[in-house]
């Protein structure tokens, strides 16, 4: 079983950067692939990003690619989301969840956060 705590969530403006922190419990955390999803009220999440378990695979929602970093450390058991060049549109609350495949669909996810609000104000 895993826990998954997010930090990192604010208000911010326009074009500015926030970074998103995961932190997880468990003995297994390195073996999972980790993921990072938004929702906004009335809506399923939305796919953001995720990262395999050696970090040696990353994938990006099209809307966020270039703009988002997603990273881990499995020796802290943490797993990072660097957004930068903000927009009103990326205002949502952000989970992170844990799979044990590399997916991008939400059911594929076992463990999830309780999330933390990013608001982007124009």
């Known amino acids: 079983q895993v826990q998954l705590v997010e930090i990192g969530g604010g208000l911010v403006q326009v074009g500015g950067s926030l970074r998103l922190t995961c932190l997880a419990s468990?003995?297994?955390?390195?073996?999972?692939?980790m993921g990072w999803f938004r929702r906004t009220p009335g809506k399923d999440p939305d796919f953001v990003a995720h990262i395999s378990p050696d970090s040696d695979f990353t994938d990006y929602a099209d809307s966020v690619k270039g703009r988002f970093t997603i990273s881990r450390d499995n020796t802290k058991n943490t797993v990072d989301l660097n957004m930068s060049s903000l927009k009103p549109e990326d205002t949502a609350v952000y989970y992170c969840?844990?799979?044990?495949?590399?997916?991008?669909?939400?059911?594929?996810?076992?463990?999830w956060g309780q999330g933390t609000q990013v608001t982007v104000s124009s």
């Open positions: 969840a844990s799979s044990t495949t590399l997916a991008r669909k939400p059911q594929e996810y076992d463990y």
């Open positions: 468990g003995r297994y955390f390195r073996r999972y692939t």
